[in-house]
């Protein structure tokens, strides 16, 4: 079954705590992508990956690292988590060419007090 | 700049009317393509529908339809005899070449409660 998997579902930090939010896929996918949504807002793409070793910014990069050493894995990592960082998470997993659906994690509700 | 915007914040509905949402879309490139994403209570985003943007036909899948018109840039989302079901958040997205394929630029998304 295909599955993008975010750990974890929830989480409660406070400000400075540095916590990395993981994201696996099984399909093999060469696109990887965070999102963040916000109320009015919608989600907004913090980084995405092409592929293995291949990072970059999207709209909304500022406080956030990734990395991705290996094709199946994406973690989203936040050094220093500060309040305006609360917020819903997704990451996001497709082929990359034209026209192809993206299969989101469950999401994480992250907030920081 | 927003390139989806989705007027509509929130349209609240009693059981079996029908209930239009719309998208309006902002793209330079001539070849891109349009979702439809819900999200349900549970928080999950689920996938409803991909149109190319070289097809202006209509779909329609069961209970849903998409009306698709270029001359406007919009794709508007319509919900027949509705159900307490069809509660949800719906997204609309573009995914366009000069962006990267893999990217999507959602709306910000238009809240339906349907009320028995």
Redesign the interface.
Known sequence: EAQVTQNPRYLITVTGKKLTVTCSQNMNHE?M?W?RQDP??????IY?S?NVEVTDK?DVPEGYKVSRKEKRNFPLILESPSPNQTS?Y?C?T?T?????????G??T?LTVV | AQKVTQAQTEISVVEKEDVTLDCVYETRDTTYYLFWYKQPPSGELVFLIRRNSFDEQNEISGRYSWNFQKSTSSFNFTITASQVVDSAVYFCALSELTDSWGKLQFGAGTQVVVTP
């Open positions: 696109y992508s999102y009015g807002l919608g989600l907004r793409q995405y092409m999207g819903l997704f996001a497709s990359g060419t034209g026209g192809t659906e993206a299969f989101f469950q999401g509700r």
